[in-house]
T-cell receptor, first 110, second 115 residues
């Protein structure tokens, strides 16, 4: 079983729609969580950290469910520019270990 | 601001050839990393350097060597390239070691093909 698992997609949704995807992690000792965005053939860039109480940044909302060991990303009012691959990242502070998921591909159509 | 700069952007090697990927950052970061990214897999850590003068193996170090030349530069060397090393390589840096609770800054990547 992978330490961090994501649905690879692609998620294909119309502009303006709301889309959500999850990421599950296997190590209950995981302590920090992030979403990175990666455009085609580009480097990953930090989209947002995920806090225990959930957090929002504009149209993006991230949630953490420690009991079920997953994090989620919700994108409201999706834009064409949101088309990208979204990488779930989990960190184990005690082991100084960062684990990347393989990504969920999102495509927004006009 | 340049951030993290990697060279080359593309490289084709024959099996058995050697090459060095160069990486430099201008953000005065202490920690630097080399990752590889393959289709269907997440980024996997090859080697990292928590601070100048130190290097440590990551998840997939076999077939690679690294050098932390100074605080700015961290190079990755393939001594004898193999087709299994065909991948996209990313260099990254962060302000402090471990980067487990802070942002990673990535270079633009190197697409390497080994024939």
């Amino acid at each position: 079983r992978k330490e961090v698992e994501q649905d690879p997609g692609p998620f294909n949704v119309p502009e303006g729609a709301t889309v959500a995807f999850n990421c599950t992690y296997s190590n209950s000792a995981s302590q920090s969580f992030f979403w990175y965005r990666q455009d085609c053939r580009k480097e990953p860039k930090l989209l947002m950290s995920v806090y225990s109480s959930g957090n929002e940044d504009g149209r993006f909302t991230a949630q953490l469910n420690r009991a079920s060991q997953y994090i989620s990303l919700l994108i409201r009012d999706s834009k064409l520019s949101d088309s990208a691959t979204y990488l779930c990242v989990v960190a184990l502070l005690s082991a100084s270990k960062i684990i990347f998921g393989s990504g969920t591909r999102l495509s927004i159509r006009p | 601001n340049a951030g993290v700069t990697q060279t080359p952007k593309f490289q084709v090697l024959k099996t058995g050839q050697s090459m060095t990927l160069q990486c430099a950052q201008d953000m005065n970061h202490n920690s630097m990393y080399w990752y590889r990214q393959d289709p269907g897999m997440g980024l996997r850590l090859i080697y990292y350097s928590a601070s100048e003068g130190t290097t440590d193996k990551g998840e997939v170090p076999n077939g690679y060597n690294v050098s932390r030349l100074n605080k700015r530069e961290f190079s990755l060397r393939l001594e004898s390239a193999a087709p299994s090393q065909t991948s996209v390589y990313f260099c990254a840096s962060s302000e402090t070691q471990a980067a487990t609770n802070e942002k990673l800054f990535f270079g633009s990547g190197t697409q390497l093909s080994v024939l």
